[in-house]
């Protein structure tokens, strides 16, 4: 069957024309990450408030702070295994045969990290391009509630990529030059160079990483730049492969692995660990500066 879905990108439009197909399901990913006030200041919360005040018509959220990540993980927002996954996606009614939307409040990145999840294990799936934002500053129609989701009937059948992702050994024998590749820092450049507070136990970035900020790949209103854009600031990785790009947990990370795809590269993965995973060994090098 042809997928509902046109890309890894969806406007508003699209998404007001395909709501009440049976086959799409869409789900607001919006988890809350304040700014570290001081180095090891880890807070994160659920954005489920949020949607319950306002949210996209029969959007469900999904909780990227619970069932949606591992909790036996030594980091935070660590993906679950691919049947874990699959299940907590079957109790927000991503079942066989479901194509999913994903949005959020917070700038794209956490709709791109579940984009990713689903992607990992073969569901098909787009980010609603500029969120929450763009689909109520087009004037669609908003709700409020929080009823619970019916589940799917049959659960998806997870086929894993394994190759969107990349452990903490093949990002140390990168940077040692091991292995072939180019590491990539999605942090805003503070959190690159080491001068703003992180959240983790030490500041800086793995060293002969590259710097390339999520954020960075968004325009002023959340929405992916344009192409030509985007080939602009991705310059400096053309003749790289392959691409590994992390962040503090992975988020900010999966954010430019969206950028990227919609340029066509497919030889990007995300360290999910990130420098959360990192930074806990002190025997792991951080380098502070541009």
């Known amino acids: ?55 996209v018509p029969g959007a469900h959220h999904a909780d990227l702070t619970g069932e949606l990540s591992d909790p036996e993980a030594p980091y935070h927002f660590a993906v679950p295994a691919p049947e874990a996954l699959a299940a907590a996606l079957a109790r927000l009614s991503v079942g066989e045969g479901s194509e999913v939307v ?22 098909p799936a787009a980010v609603l391009d500029g969120g929450l934002a763009a689909w109520e500053a087009a004037g669609r129609p908003l709700v409020a509630g929080d009823a619970e989701p019916e589940p799917a009937a049959v ?8 190759e969107l992702w990349s452990g903490i050994e093949e990002v140390a024998a990168i940077g040692r030059g091991e292995r072939p590749g ?25 060293p002969g990483s590259v710097s390339l900020s999520g954020r960075g790949l968004l325009d002023d209103t959340g929405r992916v730049l344009p192409r030509t854009r985007l080939g602009e600031k991705a310059g400096a990785l053309s ?5 590994v790009l992390y962040c503090g947990g992975g988020i900010s990370a ?37």
């Not at 992180?198 to 970035?205: A, E, I, N, V």
């Open 239 to 243: 003749d790289a492969s392959p691409v």
């Open 182 to 206: 180019v590491l990539v820092c999605a942090l805003p450049t503070g959190g690159y160079d080491g001068s703003a507070p992180t959240r983790y136990s030490r500041r800086g970035h793995i």
């Open 102 to 123: 994903v949005y959020d409040t917070g700038g794209g990145i956490w709709a791109a990290r579940l984009w990713w999840m689903l992607r990992a294990i073969s569901v």
């Open 1 to 55: 069957m042809t997928s509902l879905l046109p890309g890894p990108l969806v406007d508003d439009s699209w998404l007001a024309a395909h709501l009440d197909d049976p086959r799409l399901v869409v789900l607001d990913a919006t988890a809350l990450l304040p700014p570290p006030r001081h180095d090891g200041d880890h807070r994160s919360a659920s954005g489920r408030a949020g949607w319950a005040e306002r949210h």
């Open 155 to 162: 659960p998806v059948t997870p086929v894993p990529r394994p």
């Open 254 to 290: 999966a954010g430019a692995a969206l950028a990227l795809t919609v340029l066509g590269r497919e030889d990007v993965s995300v360290y999910d660990g990130s420098l959360e995973e990192w930074s806990k060994d002190p025997a792991r090098p951080l380098e502070l500066g541009g």
